[in-house]
């Protein structure tokens, strides 16, 4: 739950409305709005007092108990889309929000979510779900696969542009009238050879794409023709490294471009630029950049990849990615880059960005919450939620949810987890802190519970052959650390994922601990063993993705009658709350 009273956005930061004339509104007290973002508290404090604010500060946002954004007592949570939910891309429509996420190799691809609040978000549907749509054969690597789309509503249809980063692939345009779905057949535009793409549309019609390097083209993204040769913009602060993300929109009477630098890493920023015409030339702010948490003790790091859009009211709102790093030092995420919100006010013309921290100041409208997904999927539905994702593929022989009705059936394709093409179906971890489990028959086969970061990063328990055994992969090493014999029959496998306490850091502690064993029928949990949860984040494996939690089938055919995904709130023991539930250490 939201602390109340915890509130890191500056009270003086008021988001301004965007005036009648649709120019920028100015805002009133410049130097205090500005210097907002980009200055951290007074370096007064010794490290470790530092450390610990952040940590407590960190703690805050671990107790929401939606993956979506929490909103009590006039605040909000961040992040308002947890979990490995990078590279946001936000649009409007009447008084509805829509936005989009890179989602790499896995599939189906770009999640799609819809809001009423931009606080609470709800999971539509993806916008690849068919393999006619989104091909990542087994050669693609992790965190290659789908790259950072941009989603634009325009002359009645929704557009969304993405960059499939694997054999085959390239930038694709798909558009939708409903935004759950169907989405169409892919457009490729074939002379664009560049990540991030972005689309706007000017007075004329004429559509422009403009992508990473920054570099900008016309299109006609109905065709996927281009027109011309692709043109360098602004590319951001001399010398930064990786000018990309951008997004170009005509406000007032600029035209402003906004664009991430300094890479997705803790040096991760956001400047802009504006101009008279679409194609430059472009005039920086003076101001950048104007966001970054770089060098600061802000518990939300690498912020940067960032959208506007102006709400309903004329408010004007960014969604950006940004990460929660835990443990000692250098700090570990394994949530992967999630989606955050911040306010926006016009000073001079220019946006400023208000703070982003894990408890921020409401919006002016009243909240619109979301119906939260159950803790169980049951598998009684024939269909599955769009939550769940599969590594590169899912094909249909490998799935089923009426082989035996009421369980999900995996059918094996990979030997292991190592593998590119192994049958697994799993969901991001949303929480830092969270308790897995899942009823798991394996007469017929061998599968369990895996946490996977990717193919060389995965911690799972396994049952199969009359034995449960937990298995960790970290980069070239595998091992086997524990073994059990269960009773006969179905086995409850369980994995709590522990965040390492606030109170306790020290400069190697570990962000959190995975606990992986078996639940008797009385709640009594055997743990098999306890893992360092840093090496399965992205500071130890690299890439752009985070933790996804989730079912697999490695031989034969194993069956799940339910798999439930929990979030504990911060400092709890995951499972403590049962009545009557012991934990068995290892
Ligand atoms: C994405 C780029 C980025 O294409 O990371 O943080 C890359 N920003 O814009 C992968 O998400």
């Not at 023709?225 to 600029?254: C, D, M, N, V």
């Amino acid at each position: 739950m939201l602390t109340s009273g915890v509130l890191t956005s500056g009270p003086a930061f008021s988001t301004a409305h965007h005036p009648a004339d649709g120019s920028p509104g100015l805002g009133r007290d410049s130097a205090a709005t500005r210097t907002g973002n980009t200055f951290g508290p007074p370096n007064d404090q010794c490290e470790w007092e530092i450390r610990m604010s952040v940590a407590q500060d960190s703690a805050v946002a671990a107790g929401a108990t939606t993956g979506s954004g929490d909103w009590v007592d006039g605040l909000f949570t961040n992040p308002v889309v947890a979990g490995f939910h990078p590279d946001p891309s936000v649009c409007r429509v009447g008084e509805d929000y829509f936005l989009a996420c890179s989602s790499f190799e896995y599939f189906p691809g770009v999640p799609i979510f819809h809001s009423r609040d931009l606080v609470h978000w709800e999971q539509l549907g993806n916008a690849l779900d068919r393999p006619s749509q989104l091909s990542l054969p087994p050669e693609t690597p992790s965190s290659g696969g789908i790259y950072a789309p941009t989603l634009r509503h325009h002359d009645g249809r929704f557009w969304l542009i993405v960059t499939n980063v694997a054999p085959g692939g390239g930038n694709l345009v798909v558009t939708a009238t409903d935004p759950a779905g169907p989405w169409s057949e892919p457009v490729r535009l074939a002379g664009i050879a560049g990540i991030d793409p972005d689309l706007a549309w000017d007075g004329e019609g004429r559509c422009w794409c403009t992508y990473a390097g920054v570099h900008q083209v016309r299109v006609d993204p109905d065709t996927g023709e281009t027109f011309g040769s692709p043109k360098r913009l602004w590319s951001g602060a001399p010398g930064a490294q990786a000018p990309e993300a951008p997004h170009l929109y005509r406000i007032g009477g600029y035209w402003y471009l906004l664009i991430a630098e300094g890479g997705t890493e803790r040096g991760h920023a956001v400047s802009v630029a504006r101009a008279a015409a679409p194609d430059g030339p472009f005039e920086p702010c003076p101001a950048n950049p104007i966001l970054t948490h770089r060098g600061t003790n802000r518990p939300i790091q690498n912020t940067g990849h960032a959208d506007l859009v102006q709400a309903a009211d004329g408010s004007w709102w960014m969604v950006l990615l940004g990460v929660r790093p835990r443990g000692g030092t250098p700090g570990w995420h394994v949530l992967g880059r999630e989606t955050f919100l911040a306010p926006i006010a016009w000073v001079d013309g220019w946006p400023v960005v208000g703070e982003v921290g894990p408890a921020m100041a409401a919006p002016p409208w009243p909240p619109q919450p979301v119906a939260e997904p159950p803790l169980r999927d049951d598998f009684d539905a024939e269909r599955l939620h769009p939550r769940w994702i599969s590594v590169r593929s899912r094909p249909a022989e490998c799935w089923s949810t009426t082989d035996r009705p009421g369980w999900l059936t995996l059918h094996a394709r990979g030997g292991s987890l190592d593998d590119p093409d192994v049958t697994f179906l799993g969901r991001r971890q949303q929480h830092l802190s969270c308790r897995v489990r899942a009823l798991v028959d394996a007469g017929d086969g061998r599968g369990g519970l895996a946490v996977r970061l990717d193919e060389r990063h995965h911690y799972e328990i396994e049952a199969g052959d009359g034995q449960v055994l937990v298995t960790a992969r970290t980069g070239s090493l595998r091992s086997t650390v524990a073994t059990r014999t269960p009773p006969a029959g179905p086995v409850r496998l369980r994995i709590d994922v522990v965040a390492s306490p606030a109170e306790s850091w020290h400069p190697r502690e570990e962000p959190d601990l995975l606990r992986l064993g078996v639940e008797a029928s009385d709640g009594t949990f055997d743990v098999l063993a306890e893992l360092d949860g840093r090496y399965l984040s992205t500071e130890v494996a690299g890439g752009f993705t985070g933790r996804v939690i989730g079912m697999y089938a490695v031989a034969g055919t194993v069956r799940f009658d339910w798999f439930d995904y929990e979030p504990v709130e911060a400092g709890a023991t995951p499972g403590s709350e049962s009545a009557g539930e012991t934990i068995v250490a290892p």
